[in-house]
């Protein structure tokens, strides 16, 4: 299995409805809006960064980082094909997005983790920060 990775701006089609199943295979994303083509395609625009795996041209992994652009990054959106996992395509995700905020000049590069996602993580490098949670505005 041949795994090409690539950063993408300008997303194709294909890309984007590859892109909208791993979010709604996570489960970030319901499959109910005929904007959510357009969303995503914003999204991939307006982060600092997006990178995609892809096998035999469909998107199997992707993820992505949001950035001031000066001094500081967050990495999110991780995601690789339930059938791809365990075989690095996650990690080499996470690598290659440190490694271009790092080109960028980037210094502080964080990330929220999922519950289960801490020791993978961690074998990327990152620690928890201590005295910290993550914190999500709510609507009331």
């Known amino acids: 299995m041949q795994v090409h990775y690539a950063f993408i ?16 295979i996570q489960g970030w994303w319901d499959p109910s809006s005929e904007r959510d083509g357009e969303t ?7 982060s600092h960064c997006f990178i995609v795996a892809e096998v035999d041209g469909r998107v199997i992994g992707m993820g992505r ?7 500081d990054a967050y990495i999110q ?3 690789v ?3 791809f996992r365990g075989r690095g395509i996650g990690g080499r995700i996470v690598a290659d997005l440190v ?11 964080g ?3 999922e519950a289960g996602t801490h020791e993978f993580y961690r074998r990327a490098g990152f620690a928890e920060l201590p005295g910290c949670i993550v ?3 709510k609507d009331s």
Request: glycine share 10%.
């Open 9 to 24: 701006a300008d997303p194709t089609a294909g890309q984007i409805e590859d892109i909208l199943s791993l979010y709604r």
């Open 40 to 46: 995503a395609e914003a999204i991939i625009r307006g």
């Open 65 to 71: 980082a949001i950035s001031d652009r000066v001094s």
């Open 77 to 79: 959106d991780v995601a």
């Open 81 to 83: 094909d339930p059938a």
């Open 99 to 109: 490694r271009r905020l790092r080109q960028d000049g980037i210094g502080w590069i």
């Open 111 to 113: 990330l929220g983790a």
């Open 135 to 137: 914190m999500l505005k």
